[in-house]
T-cell receptor, first 116, second 114 residues
Framework: AQTVTQSQPEMSVQEAETVTLSCTYD???????LFWYKQPPSRQMILVIR??????QNATENRFSVNFQKAAKSFSLKISDSQLGDAAMYFC?????????????FGGGTRLMVKP | DTEVTQTPKHLVMGMTNKKSLKCEQH?????MYWYKQKAKKPPELMFV???????INESVPSRFSPECPNSSLLNLHLHALQPEDSALYLC?????????????FGSGTRLTVV
C-alpha cells in the first residue's frame, strides 16, 4: 500500500517570502500522479498543483512550483511571494495510474500560517 | 459547470434521526467519492462509485448507506449515528478511470451528532 508523509505539522512564513512544504511517499509503482491540495477555513479542498510521475519536468502554476525527485520519492511544494490568502492546510496526495478506484491517498497535512 | 455541490452545508442530528447528505456534479464525471474528515486530519475515503456502481467500501459501518441514483447525483443516508461520527463529509468526483486524473471536491457538510 502507498503511504504519504508530511513531516511538518505547521509552517510559518512572512508575507512576500518563500516557503517550502515537504512531502515524501512510498510506492512500488512507477506510474502515478502526485498532488498538492489547499484547504482553507472555508473547507473546500482546492487543487493547487499536480505532477505526473512520467514527466521529468517539475510542474509550475504561477507562484506555486514543485520539486519532484522520483528516485528519492520526494514531492515538495514551493510557494513564492506568499500572500495572506495562502494561509491554509496543505495536503500532499498520491494516486496510482493503475488503480481502478482512482483513490487519493493523503498525507497528514501541513498548516501554513502567513504573517503580515 | 465545474463544481461539486453539497447540501446541506451544516447538519445537526440526534442519534435516532435519519438524514441524508446530497452531492451533485454536472461535469460528466463518472467516478464519485465520499470522504470523512475529522478536525486537523486528512480526508479518509469511505466509498467510491464508478459508473453508478459501488466499487469500493472502506469497511464503513452500515449506519452509513451510500446511493448513486444517476451519474450526477450521490447521496449518503445516515441512520442511528454516534457522536464520534461528527465530522466534515466531503464529496468528490473525477473523470472515469484512465489517464485523466482531475479530482474536484465539494465544500463539504459539517455534521454534528448529538
Amino acid at each position: 500500500a502507498q503511504t504519504v508523509t508530511q513531516s511538518q505539522p505547521e509552517m510559518s512564513v512572512q508575507e512576500a517570502e518563500t516557503v517550502t512544504l515537504s512531502c515524501t511517499y512510498d510506492t512500488s509503482e512507477s506510474d502515478y500522479y502526485l498532488f498538492w491540495y489547499k484547504q482553507p477555513p472555508s473547507r473546500q479542498m482546492i487543487l493547487v498543483i499536480r505532477q505526473e510521475a512520467y514527466k521529468q519536468q517539475n510542474a509550475t502554476e504561477n507562484r506555486f512550483s514543485v520539486n519532484f525527485q522520483k528516485a528519492a520519492k520526494s514531492f515538495s511544494l514551493k510557494i513564492s511571494d506568499s500572500q495572506l490568502g495562502d494561509a491554509a492546510m496543505y495536503f500532499c496526495a498520491y494516486r496510482s495510474a493503475h488503480n481502478a478506484g482512482n483513490m487519493l491517498t493523503f498525507g497528514g497535512g501541513t498548516r501554513l500560517m502567513v504573517k503580515p | 459547470d465545474t463544481e461539486v455541490t453539497q447540501t446541506p452545508k451544516h447538519l445537526v442530528m440526534g442519534m435516532t434521526n435519519k438524514k441524508s447528505l446530497k452531492c451533485e456534479q454536472h461535469m460528466g464525471h463518472r467516478a464519485m467519492y465520499w470522504y470523512k474528515q475529522k478536525a486537523k486530519k486528512p480526508p479518509e475515503l469511505m466509498f467510491v462509485y464508478s459508473y453508478e456502481k459501488l466499487s469500493i467500501n472502506e469497511s464503513v459501518p452500515s449506519r452509513f448507506s451510500p446511493e448513486c441514483p444517476n451519474s450526477s447525483l450521490l447521496n449518503l443516508h445516515l441512520h442511528a449515528l454516534q457522536p464520534e461520527d461528527s465530522a466534515l463529509y466531503l464529496c468528490a468526483s473525477s473523470p472515469s478511470a484512465g489517464r485523466t486524473y482531475g479530482y474536484t471536491f465539494g465544500s463539504g457538510t459539517r455534521l454534528t451528532v448529538v
